[in-house]
């Protein structure tokens, strides 16, 4: 029966050799975005704003260095976001939380 759903009682059963995905929204505004890096170099991440002050920013792992804040220029405005933690870790990203400041020229 290989690629087949049985029938079980009127309803379709999944094979037993199917995975299943579940997804999750992190942010209905996500904005790819680069830092300033404290290395004088640049980040790609993924701006995820959250409630007013905060923010998570997704980047690859190895790119944010603990402790570490970020810069960017977004909309002609200066942001400083200072950490407050890891969120989450995978094999190719990690999601940290920041406080997000607006700098006044």
């Given at each position: 029966m290989a690629g087949r759903r049985a029938r079980l009682d009127?309803?379709?059963?999944?094979?037993?050799?199917?995975?299943?995905?579940?997804v999750e929204t992190l942010s209905r505004t996500?904005?790819?975005s680069h830092f300033a890096l404290?290395?004088?170099?640049?980040?790609?991440?993924?701006?995820?704003?959250?409630?007013?002050?905060?923010?998570?920013?997704a980047l690859r792992?190895?790119?944010y260095a603990q402790g570490e804040n970020l810069e960017a220029t977004i909309s002609g405005r200066q942001h400083v976001y200072l950490p407050q933690g890891i969120v989450e870790?995978?094999?190719?990203?990690?999601i940290v939380r920041f406080k997000e400041m607006v700098r006044e020229s």
């Open positions: 009127g309803r379709h059963c999944a094979p037993r050799e199917e995975t299943r995905v579940g996500p904005a790819v404290r290395n004088n170099g640049e980040a790609q991440g993924l701006l995820l704003p959250a409630v007013s002050g905060e923010a998570s920013i792992v190895g790119v870790r995978g094999e190719d990203y990690e």
